[in-house]
């Protein structure tokens, strides 16, 4: 079908002269990395976008979840209420903490943590929930939070798919203690490594800012144990380029969203999740799921089929973290089935900015051949 593949994602980048532009003052000053003029612009312009109350910068996604962590100084050994149902991230970054994880199931429409299945869960160890925004769809944070504040449980949420979403005219970062976001080179938005922990504590900055420059206070001074997460000035710079562009960015990705849904809606066998109510959404993956007994073929021959046209779609998230050869044995998968049998059917179809129309058809017309 193409000459080249099509990449179920591609990175949304700015005008090489706008970024040229951005990055020449970083070349006159030579200050590169640790808290320059480009990284505390970022901050503050993320800031005020996100809609969240603080924002801290990482070099990625991963730091700022483990250090969101780190921060809040749960005992070794805690239990964290989670979701299988993820990027292996968010379980690796509980586990790095000296954590527990306790796996809860996802609901079926959005692929979020079942926010009614929470509770049940909670024992005398549990100190938090990491609940996951899901391919841009909210968790139920009203639930959550009244779960939470029951039981005196920190929430700290992995917001990666959620950049720009918002629930109510409010920034998604805005609910739970903290939301880490990832800047990552295949998201919405990029910085094209980095990522972005928002929270309401303001007394929190000062330990988050000292977690992620090795407890360092002065020249002569190091107060804790710390490690190196700090944005550089170029990844800022691209970020604040690519601030400029964002809204853009989304308005064609929309584009691609209306396409897929008006191709492949109402096909028997194939479950695609609608936008959820109140919630301004960003379109950042278009995932559906199959049912073999009723489509006529199941997830893995679409995705062969594709493969050999030159579509690369993704299995994702495949297999669910609980499988993981690194976890083997330390959890039983059975107690998510609705976790797992998503897992086994599910296939995100290529979604970026710059995706044809005619791609997209090219890609329907590939899925609904049987």
């Not at 299945?117 to 609940?131: F, M, S, W």
Request: glycine share 6%; with cysteine; proline share 4%.
């Amino acid at each position: 079908m193409n000459e080249k593949p099509v990449l179920v994602t591609q990175s949304s980048m700015p005008p090489i002269e706008e970024y040229i532009e951005e990055i020449r003052g970083v070349f006159d000053s030579k200050w590169l990395t640790n808290n320059g003029e480009k990284h505390q612009l970022l901050e503050s312009l993320l800031r005020d976008y996100l809609k969240v109350p603080e924002l801290s910068l990482f070099a990625n996604g991963h730091l700022a979840l483990y250090i969101a962590l780190e921060a809040f100084g749960f005992p070794e050994g805690g239990e964290v209420i989670t979701t299988p149902y993820s990027f292996a991230s968010t379980t690796h970054a509980i586990v790095q903490s000296g954590l527990k994880p306790v796996f809860c199931d996802i609901e079926m429409e959005n692929y979020t943590i079942d926010a009614s299945k929470i509770e049940e869960l909670i024992t005398d160890k549990t100190v938090a929930i990491v609940p996951v925004h899901v391919y841009g769809h909210i968790c139920d944070v009203e639930e959550i939070e009244e779960v939470a504040k029951r039981h005196k449980l920190k929430v700290i949420y992995d917001a990666a798919h959620a950049f720009g979403v918002e629930y109510k005219g409010i920034g998604v970062g805005s609910f739970g203690d903290a939301s880490m976001f990832s800047f990552h080179a295949t998201k919405v938005y990029n910085t094209i490594e980095g990522g972005g922990l928002a929270y309401r504590d303001f007394a929190l900055r000062k330990k988050v800012e000292l977690l992620k420059n090795f407890g360092i206070t002065s020249p002569e001074n190091v107060e804790s144990v710390g490690m190196n997460a700090k944005m550089n000035e170029f990844s800022a710079a691209m970020g604040i380029c690519n601030l400029r562009h964002i809204d853009d960015e989304i308005a064609k990705r929309k584009l691609v969203y209306n396409r897929y849904m008006e191709r492949l809606s109402g096909i028997e066998g194939i479950k695609i999740s609608n936008l959820q109510e109140n919630v301004k959404p960003n379109y950042a993956y278009f995932p559906i799921v199959f049912d073999k007994d009723t489509f006529g073929k199941n997830r893995d021959q679409v995705f062969d089929e594709l493969e050999r046209c030159g579509i690369l779609a993704r299995k994702y998230f495949y297999p669910l973290i609980s499988e993981y050869e690194c976890y083997i044995g330390q959890f039983d998968v059975s107690r998510t089935p609705n976790a797992k049998y998503v897992s086994d059917n599910v296939l995100t179809l290529p979604m970026y900015a710059d995706l044809s129309l005619e791609t997209v058809d090219g890609i329907c017309n590939i899925i609904k051949t049987r």
